[in-house]
């Protein structure tokens, strides 16, 4: 594994961050009916922290001497007012988060970089926190 590589495969994962920041919010903004009052506050949570995952994997692209992404993974953000197509299009977000974040934990146990690693294994735990929590809310 290179750094080139490994750089690139934290851009993706950056550019899913900026994407799930995205949709989570316009979620937030857009959910109707009486699961509003819990979805909402739920989904701006998981837009602050994708926030907070981008701000990580950001400044590790820095320190590794690669340019970060500014632009969001394309993947279209599908509108609704309906929160099941909501936690639908979450799951499915939080499905591709994990795998990102696998795939680099993957790859850094042959770069050695201890921190990286375990601030990358704390991110992906979240992940895997966020898509049992929506898999318990889906029924
Ligand atoms: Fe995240
Ligand atoms: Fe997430």
Not at 46 to 59: F, L
Not at 67 to 95: C, D
Request: no cysteine; net charge negative.
């Amino acid at each position: 594994m290179t750094e080139h590589n490994l750089i690139q495969t934290l851009n993706d994962a950056l550019g899913w961050e900026l994407r799930a920041a995205n949709m989570y919010a316009h979620y937030a903004a857009n959910i109707r009916g009486i699961h509003r009052l819990q979805l909402s506050p739920m989904f701006t949570d998981e837009a602050t922290e994708s926030t907070m995952h981008a701000d990580i994997v950001r400044k590790a692209i820095v320190k590794l001497g690669g340019v970060p992404v500014t632009e969001r993974n394309p993947h279209e953000i599908i509108h609704t007012t309906q929160y099941g197509e909501m936690l639908v299009h979450s799951l499915e977000t939080e499905t591709k988060a994990a795998a990102v974040y696998a795939a680099i934990m993957i790859e850094l146990e042959s770069v050695g970089d201890q921190d990286l690693y375990d601030a990358i294994e704390q991110i992906y735990l979240a992940e895997l926190r966020s898509l049992e929590e929506l898999r318990l809310l889906m029924g």
